[in-house]
């Protein structure tokens, strides 16, 4: 017997792909597995007033450019009268505003819509090793001895960093550190300390200024941290209590020594940065994000799509899932239905209806329709005729279903119009033709067959999880062609056939 | 429930899946289809091989043709009438006389000539057709079927089963009408099932529907133990079928005539299972003994001997006591 093996590598690489694709969408673009779920996202706003001095005005503000972390879905500005340029670049980005003359006072905007990111970026580029510290003595050998103290203490560029920084914040600082705490009279010349202390062991460090994104704020405070390159990565502390890490709700704005803002022309009044936080649809911010991300991803999604055009596939990328259940009835519980995949489409038609108003609508149609099928026979009519004179009276038994359940104000019998007609004109012919030929009770078990079916594949059909899958997720139905395919292989027996052939069961157990 | 599974597995039942999946995708060519589908084709076919048919009387493509229907009657007061690609047994209209104007059908229910051209022009419609594609109708002499049976059947025509694989018969049945079947030899339509031992040609034992019957219920013979005449020509012209449309996993359905002996009435690429339960044996042992064979080149005859030698009832029972 010749054995073809492709469709194992066939459906499994649909299987993959298709999972695959999810996967990235989950985890790489954030992607909400669910339906409705939300997520946070905040609005930062930086506000700068100027007042006037005189002269032509420039006004410069350092705008986020790669936060580790989040990511910037919306920006805008508020600047009406300035002229704005934004300077781009990779690590660091700028608006400038300029105005000729400033008469009154003007407040200048800038907001955006921070949102979370899943990729990890560094948020500086790999830096150059720092000039050894131009120092004069005594701190010239006091720096050098921290440096060889800290050193033989630690064995690596993460543990001199801590031990360095322990030392400075130390409740009980050596005198080395005395030397230069004297000289220290700010948390900025704290900082800066730091940065000499490990420029003294060839260490690059860089400033991060941010804030935290973990309540809304009126006025967020601007927080330093100390990123410290390990000729790798860049790992980053806290300048004052020495911990290690980049925390979590940690907005970095900027990175390096220069100021948020610098006005030229204009004295600057205030700089106020608030947070708010924002609950959005996850499914728009993962869009978002995709877009941001450029990725192509994103493209496979039938989110693109005018609205009507996206209702219409919601409905198309559910039938595979409909067919999938009819391919296990058929061929694993050896169910039959007239006509092999009709009972998707009436299906469909329950999802219009709701499935007990639509069962009660089907059996009314179809039993009218055979009333008149078998009327119709008597005529002896050849059958494309008959059946068009079918079609036509179920047409006609829909529309009054509707007059009449309208004057009644049930706005069931108007939902009746989505039935298959041609699927149930052809249900109505099978089952007379099997009414004839095999028998009344053939005829309806068939029928109830093909009705359960369709209930089947309705139920499924209607979960809402599948049908939020299949729009955001396509890839969901290459899953599914996976799935039909290795199906397609079963040749083992069939529920229904475990009844079937149950006396040949017994023989065999009365030989052994 | 997994029991029952395991249990006919070893039974070697072979399942709806199975058939499809494993034997008639791998062993009947597409293109061959149309051999046995379409009854006319193959009926010509039997013809060029030397195999005996009943007699065609006539074919009916066109609707303008129905009324031309009484002409190529003649004074015939038997015949059959048969969609040529019609399944299961649908839409075959069986007259064994004539009262005045009246056709009489095989429930003896009087047929009058509008409801007989009514019935052909449903035919040529395609009501009966796999997939309601137009269809020709065949009209054919009837079969006077051996007297042997006549306490095995009422009305209408037994038949007999015989799956071939790869040529060589490896199950028969005999399908014997009964009033439920309206004389029809259909299983679906309520004919009685009855298991044939291939070494000797006598029946075992029958089922209706899915349960076992030791007698006919409407003559209340004895079921077991009829020996069926001339069953070396039975399997013989089974095998030829093999040659004759090139499928190799077929179902041929005989008949005894009383004045022609066996005739093929026709040939089906996708035989039902229900022959297991009439057997009370699952196919899979006895193709997988087929298979085992490998390429040998046997005639039809050797082939024929071959399964009579091999799967009979006989050769069982003495495996088994070894």
């Known amino acids: 017997m010749k054995r073809n093996s492709q469709w194992v590598s066939l459906s499994l690489l649909l299987i993959a792909l298709g999972a695959l694709i999810f996967v990235y969408k989950v985890v790489r673009l954030g992607y909400p597995p669910y339906p409705n779920m939300e997520s946070a996202a905040w609005t930062v706003q930086a506000k700068l007033e100027l007042t006037p001095e005189k002269g032509a005005v420039r006004a410069s503000l350092t705008l986020p450019a790669r936060p580790t972390g989040y990511s910037l879905a919306q920006e805008n500005f508020v600047s009406r009268g300035f002229g704005l340029t934004v300077k781009e670049g990779t690590f660091s980005r700028k608006a400038d505003w300029a105005i000729r003359r400033l008469r009154d006072s003007k407040t200048l905007y800038y907001r955006a819509l921070v949102i979370q990111d899943t990729r990890t970026r560094s948020f500086a580029p790999r830096p150059a090793y720092p000039p050894p510290p131009d120092l004069e003595e005594p701190f010239a050998t006091a720096a050098r001895d921290l440096v060889n103290e800290v050193r033989a203490e630690s064995a690596d560029t993460e543990s001199f960093a801590a031990a360095m920084l322990n030392r400075l914040t130390g409740s009980e600082p050596d005198e080395n550190m005395d030397l230069f705490l004297t000289e220290v009279s700010s948390f900025h010349d704290r900082v800066n300390l730091a940065q000499i202390l490990l420029a003294g062991a060839r260490i690059p460090t860089l400033q991060l200024h941010g804030i935290r994104l973990d309540a809304d704020a009126q006025r967020a405070r601007l927080e330093t941290l100390l990123a410290v390159y390990n000729g790798d990565d860049w790992l980053v502390f806290d300048p004052v209590s020495a911990a290690e890490g980049l925390p979590l709700d940690f907005f970095i704005w900027w990175t390096g020594d220069n100021e948020l803002a610098e006005v030229k022309g204009a004295h600057l009044k205030d700089l106020q940065i608030s947070t708010r936080q924002r609950v959005k649809s996850s499914l728009e911010l993962a869009q978002q994000r995709a877009e941001l991300q450029k990725s192509r991803m994103s493209l496979i999604s039938t989110l693109q799509l005018p609205i009507q055009t996206q209702a219409v596939y919601e409905i198309l990328l559910l039938i595979p899932l409909g067919i999938l259940v009819i391919v296990l009835l058929r061929n694993f519980v050896g169910l039959s239905s007239f006509g092999t995949f009709a009972p998707v489409l009436i299906a469909l038609a329950f999802r219009e209806t709701e499935l007990l108003k639509g069962i009660a609508l089907f059996v009314l149609i179809v039993s009218m329709g055979l009333f008149f099928r078998f009327y119709l026979e008597r005529l002896r009519l050849l059958l494309v005729p008959r059946l068009a004179a079918v079609v036509t009276i179920v047409v006609l038994l829909m529309t009054a279903i509707s007059i009449i359940s309208n004057q009644f104000g049930m706005d069931t019998g108007l939902s009746v119009s989505l039935f298959p007609m041609i699927i149930v004109s052809m249900v109505i012919e099978r089952m007379s033709v099997i009414w004839e030929e095999r028998g009344a009770f053939t005829s309806i078990k068939e029928g109830i067959g093909s009705l359960f079916m369709a209930a089947m594949a309705y139920l499924v059909m209607s979960v809402d999880v599948f049908a939020y899958w299949v729009t955001v997720f396509p890839e969901v139905n290459l899953l599914v062609l996976g799935i039909i395919i290795a199906l397609g292989r079963y040749t083992g027996f069939r529920l229904t056939e475990l009844r079937r052939f149950k006396p040949l069961v017994m023989k065999e157990k009365v030989i052994e | ?322």
Request: hydrophobic share 40%.
């Open chain 2, 1 to 322: 429930m997994i029991g029952r599974l395991l249990s006919l597995h070893k039974a070697g039942v072979l399942g709806l899946n199975a058939r499809n999946g494993d034997y008639i995708f791998h062993y009947n060519q597409r293109k061959y289809y149309p051999l046995v589908d379409d009854k006319i084709l193959c009926k010509e076919r039997m013809i060029e091989e030397n195999l005996p048919v009943p007699e065609l009387i006539g074919v009916l493509r066109e609707m303008h043709e129905v009324g031309e229907v009484s002409d190529m009657l003649g004074d015939r007061k038997e015949f059959v009438v048969k969609p040529a690609n019609g399944s299961g047994g649908d839409g075959i209209l069986v007259i064994v006389g004539r009262q005045g104007d009246y056709f009489l059908d095989a429930d003896g229910r009087m047929v009058d000539n509008e409801t007989l051209e009514h019935h052909i022009t449903n035919v040529i419609g395609g009501i009966y057709s796999l997939g309601g594609q137009p269809d020709a109708a065949m009209i054919e002499s009837l079969v006077h079927f051996d007297p042997v049976f006549s306490r095995l059947t009422y009305h209408g025509v037994p038949d007999i089963r015989v799956i071939v694989f790869k040529g060589y018969p490896v199950m028969a049945m005999s399908r014997l009408p009964t009033r439920r079947s309206h004389g029809k030899a259909n299983l679906h339509q309520g004919a009685l099932g009855v298991g044939i031992d291939l070494g000797t040609g006598i029946t075992v034992g029958g089922v209706s529907g899915n349960s076992a019957i030791s007698h006919h219920p409407d003559t209340g013979a004895a079921i077991a133990g009829f020996h069926i005449p001339g069953w070396n020509r039975i399997l013989d012209m089974s095998a030829r079928c093999y040659e004759a449309v090139h499928l190799g996993y077929l179902g041929a359905d005989i008949v005894l005539d009383r004045d022609l002996g066996p005739l093929i009435l026709e040939l089906n690429a996708r035989p039902g299972l229900n022959i297991q339960i009439a057997n009370r044996r699952g196919l899979r042992h006895r193709l997988d003994a087929v298979d085992a064979l490998g390429d040998v080149q046997h005639t039809p005859g050797e082939r024929a001997q071959w399964s009579m030698q091999t799967l009979g009832e006989a050769a069982r029972v003495a495996q088994i006591a070894s």
